[in-house]
């Protein structure tokens, strides 16, 4: 019987990391998930850790567990993040720092980790999650396109230093989704994003879904170091 494939996803108590979660799960992947706190409700094919995804110890003693179930790992999806929306001379360093430790110190880790664990079968799929918010020089938005930008850059490096092992490195940088992350954010700034767009609309999952699968397939080997 042929192994399973598994897949992490961090993220995934709500909003599109909860969503990808069901629907890998559905499609027969075993499925790794993380949150600071609990999932509402169970899915099938699914296990679950509550942990900060920018503390290190925590996302070792994740990784232990990992290699110890499955002995190996397909695909990291790093979803996690949080953003503000703020002008400059109204975010406290407090939110600063919180936002730049998930979006930037948790993708690295967990990076970090799984190509630990992905350099042992010389196979691996790494995507991450930027943001429009970077290419677009969204105002109100400096701390958080600052963070995504340094993962697009992370991204990057790591497609090279990553390549030996057979693991690529993309990233996705979805345009606005309807989840709680944009959910304080100004409907008439959200509707001038949206013009900006050649299609006039939010995003939606089946659209980044499709980006991932893109990255993921066994078909893509030679692509790495890109961001869509």
Known sequence: MPEQKVKLITGTRKGIGRALAEHYASEGWKVIGCSRSPMNESIKNYQHFCLDVADENEVKKMFTDIRKSYSHLDVLL????????????LTPVSTARSILDTNVIGTFLFCREAARLMQKNKFGRIVNFSTVAVPLKLEGEAIYAASKSAVVTLTQILSHELADFGITVNAVGPTPVKTDLIRSVPEDKI??????QAIHRFGELPDIINVIDFFIRPESKFITGQVI
């Open 191 to 196: 509707n001038k994003l949206l013009e900006k």
């Open 78 to 89: 790093n979803n996690a993040g949080i953003a503000s929306m703020n002008h400059i001379l």
